[in-house]
């Protein structure tokens, strides 16, 4: 049976435009895969620790000598891998943040780096690259090539390489100038912002051909 990992990672509520774009891609999922079930992470609401002191330690120690909090942090990570194993599409939100990932994706990019389980290091193969990787980025601003922030973006441009070890490659949906339509100062990219969106919908409703009916 056709399964999805849906993962959330905006702070914004009701209000992101990441989770609207995400839930309509789930829409368009489901529509193409009558009887698949999905898997919904929200990693806004509620975010993986980040890497510590005692998560390295897990992982550079033998088992039997785990302290409770080593153990519950190797647990952890073998658990957001084993729901990318058990998925035939991963689809995640990213929004752009002080012009970089959400630290919540990074946490849940380092969570899914394991020896053995996410990719083999001996030969360097990823273990994850089975499977579709859409990712819905979304930009308050606008950061293409002649703006004057251009180059500023820091969570596409990162995301391939962060994620590159478990085989996973990403394709990339973007939004960009998200924010013009409620920062005043931004009113006049209202026209260019609207064409971002409705590109970003359009490539959103061709990810995946709906299921023909009898």
Same mark, same amino acid.
Do not use: C
């Given at each position: 049976?056709? !399964?999805?990992? !849906? ?6 509520? $009701? ?7 995400? #839930?309509? #891609? ?6 193409? !895969?009558?009887?698949?079930? &999905?898997?919904? +992470? ?11 002191? =005692? ?7 033998? #088992? $039997?000598?785990?302290?409770?909090? @080593? ?7 073998? +658990? /957001?891998?084993?729901e990318v194993k058990d998925a035939d599409a991963v689809l995640l939100g990213l929004p752009l943040y002080n012009f970089g990932a959400p630290s919540? &994706? ?21 273990? /994850? *690259?089975?499977?579709?990787? &859409?990712?819905?980025?979304?930009? *308050?601003? *606008? ?6 922030? =251009?180059?500023? $973006?820091?969570? @596409? ?9 478990? *085989? ?19 009113? $006049? ?10 590109? #970003? ?14």
């Amino acid at each position: 049976m056709p !399964h999805l990992l !849906h993962i959330d990672s905006s702070i914004n509520g $009701e209000d992101s435009v990441s989770r609207k774009l995400t #839930a309509r #891609a789930a829409d368009v999922w489901r529509a193409a !895969h009558p009887g698949g079930t &999905v898997t919904y +992470r929200d990693l806004g609401a509620e975010p993986v620790p980040h890497f510590d002191t =005692e998560t390295w330690k897990a992982r550079n120690t033998p #088992a $039997e000598q785990h302290t409770a909090a @080593q153990a519950e942090s190797l647990a952890l990570s073998e +658990r /957001l891998i084993a729901e990318v194993k058990d998925a035939d599409a991963v689809l995640l939100g990213l929004p752009l943040y002080n012009f970089g990932a959400p630290s919540s &994706v990074k946490a849940w990019v380092d969570h899914l780096i394991l020896p053995g389980l996410s990719h083999d290091p001996a030969s360097g193969k990823g273990l /994850l *690259g089975e499977r579709e990787f &859409v990712v819905v980025a979304t930009r *308050g601003g *606008g950061y293409g090539e002649g703006t004057p922030r =251009e180059g500023w $973006e820091h969570a @596409q441009d990162w995301l391939p390489h962060g994620i590159s070890l478990t *085989g996973l490659e990403p394709r990339f949906v973007t939004a960009e100038l998200t924010l013009a339509r409620v920062v005043p100062a931004m009113a $006049e990219l209202v026209p260019l912002a609207e064409k971002s969106l409705a590109a #970003a919908e359009a490539d959103i409703d061709a990810l995946w051909p709906p299921a023909r009916t009898a």
